[in-house]
DNA sequence: CAAATATAGGATAATATTGTCTTCATATCC
DNA sequence: GGATATGAAGACAATATTATCCTATATTTG
């Protein structure tokens, strides 16, 4: 299992992509797609998934595509998240169990809602728009690796 | 999405049981899952995933069952997970990104692995013997509720 | 107005996860 | 040895996730 869906994964990937050409107005979605080396259809989807949330605006024709509806600094990676996977992985108990809570507590309950909550910070602190610039300035990274790269990464 | 699958959380709360009953010998997966409210063949796939790595025993027939290997004291929750869903969670990056490294990092990379560590922590900390003797003196709860237990708790 | 381009949205398919059911093999007990 | 109880293992089904493809709709451009 992993953290987040490949659906949210995806979903974050493009929007830190779209906030770092958030300058430049509206870009096609299947300019993003092909920039993180993902199915533009499939990345259409899921940012649909945003724009049903007022997180981008979505524009069709020519010269159309997505863009925020805010400033990039005041979206946090959560925002994201919910909008794709929905914040169960912050509020729910780690077994499972419903209603597990102060009262009736699973084992695990108190070290993890702690831990959970520190999860939650990470997320709330990380905005669209210190992740975009690092990536500008630092050149990280958000695409997946190609044979090659993975090759000579492995020497 | 949850931290962790259904099949391994399942797992989880069957190996806390089994190891507040280890003093009885094997103990029968029926038995169990009755007492957890799970299928019985289901878990009794996942429990199978648990034999196979030689962290329970099990014996056919009549009186047969499963029971643990070795001290419940000396079997961290983290090996448990292991079993069933792999330790991928606390290796692989937030963005599901290969190579993701200190030499290509993801923007993400530094907070996550970080955190990743802390997450590893928690589950490396709690061996079964503990977990199961806090269900039994403190009540602690390893069944889902019912629809009257679950209205009770809502008033 | 026509052509081109882009998102929206639905149909379908592939795969993984979750769950049930049946059969088999083995052990116990009488 | 026969009846019974139990885990092992596989077939199958339901559901969720991931992915592809096709059509519809809106918008721009000429």
């Known amino acids: 299992m992993a953290l987040l869906s490949k659906s949210c994964v995806y979903g974050i990937r493009a929007a830190i992509y779209i906030a770092s050409e958030a300058d430049k107005g509206y870009i096609s979605i299947s300019q993003v797609a092909k920039e993180l080396n993902l199915s533009s259809h499939f ?7 945003l724009t049903s949330v007022n997180l981008l605006l979505s524009h069709k024709g020519p010269r ?9 600094k005041k979206i946090k990676l959560i925002e994201i998240i919910g909008a794709i996977d929905g914040l169960e992985l912050f509020t729910e108990c ?9 009262y009736k507590p699973c084992p695990l309950h108190d070290s993890w809602t702690a831990h959970r909550e520190a ?7 990380e905005n669209l ?3 975009s610039e690092n990536v500008k ?6 695409r997946t690796l190609n044979q090659q790269e993975l090759l000579d990464l492995n020497q």
Request: glycine letters at 14%.
């Open 129 to 131: 728009y210190d992740l």
């Open 94 to 102: 780690a077994l499972g169990l419903e209603g597990c809570g102060v």
């Open 64 to 72: 159309g595509g997505v863009k925020f509806a805010k400033d990039t």
């Open 137 to 142: 300035s630092a050149g990280l990274r958000l």
């Open 119 to 125: 999860l939650r910070n990470l997320f709330e602190r």
């Open 43 to 49: 990345l259409t989807k899921i940012l649909q998934e």
